[in-house]
């Protein structure tokens, strides 16, 4: 399993050497964020050919912040349209597991993924975001794969 993944992430740098100019701002939803448990409001910050992305998920045992800068690279061998991004950021929560049982996570976040803009104000994409929390005691965490509808202005 290790030499895919290595194997995954050297292909993706030898790919590397397209560029693209992010011009719009986005802001949408991403589905399954939150470790599956329900969805963010995530928006998307310009920052020359790369950007931020900031996603804030709640649900009834707490929130979840996270902030990731993506370096974002076009597919031209797909479509006008389609490009892939990876990232890393940090994430911050806090869950209240019972009425006795509460806790406040910190970590350092990864993410990749693929995404599609249409020639109308519309984006989707889909990304995988694994994290290493390091309060509490250290842990990890494997966000799952998430969709995401993005409006662009």
């Given at each position: 399993m290790?030499?895919?993944?290595?194997?995954?992430?050297?292909l993706?740098?030898?790919?590397?050497v397209?560029?693209?100019?992010i011009d719009k701002?986005?802001?949408?939803?991403?589905?399954?964020?939150?470790?599956?448990?329900?969805?963010?409001?995530?928006?998307?910050?310009?920052?020359?050919?790369?950007r931020?992305?900031l996603?804030?998920?709640?649900?009834?045992?707490?929130f979840?912040?996270?902030?990731?800068?993506?370096w974002?690279?076009?597919?031209?061998?797909?479509?006008?349209?389609f490009y892939?991004?990876?990232?890393?950021?940090?994430?911050?929560?806090?869950?209240?597991?019972s009425?006795?049982?509460?806790?406040f996570?910190?970590?350092?976040l990864?993410?990749i993924?693929?995404e599609?803009?249409?020639?109308f104000?519309l984006?989707?994409?889909?990304?995988?975001?694994?994290?290493?929390?390091?309060?509490?005691?250290?842990s990890p965490?494997?966000?799952?794969?998430?969709?995401?509808?993005?409006?662009?202005?």
């Open positions: 290790k030499k895919i993944i290595v194997s995954f992430f050297l993706i740098g030898f790919i590397a397209l560029s693209a100019q701002k986005a802001i949408g939803l991403r589905f399954g964020g939150l470790n599956g448990n329900g969805a963010e409001v995530s928006y998307q910050q310009p920052m020359g050919a790369n931020a992305e996603d804030l998920g709640l649900h009834s045992g707490g979840g912040l996270s902030g990731i800068y993506q974002v690279k076009p597919l031209p061998q797909l479509s006008e349209g892939w991004y990876y990232g890393v950021g940090a994430g911050l929560g806090f869950y209240n597991f009425k006795t049982t509460t806790s996570n910190l970590g350092i990864g993410q993924g693929a599609y803009d249409f020639e104000p984006q989707i994409s889909v990304d995988y975001r694994p994290g290493l929390y390091f309060i509490p005691p250290v965490s494997y966000d799952g794969i998430c969709l995401a509808v993005r409006y662009k202005f």
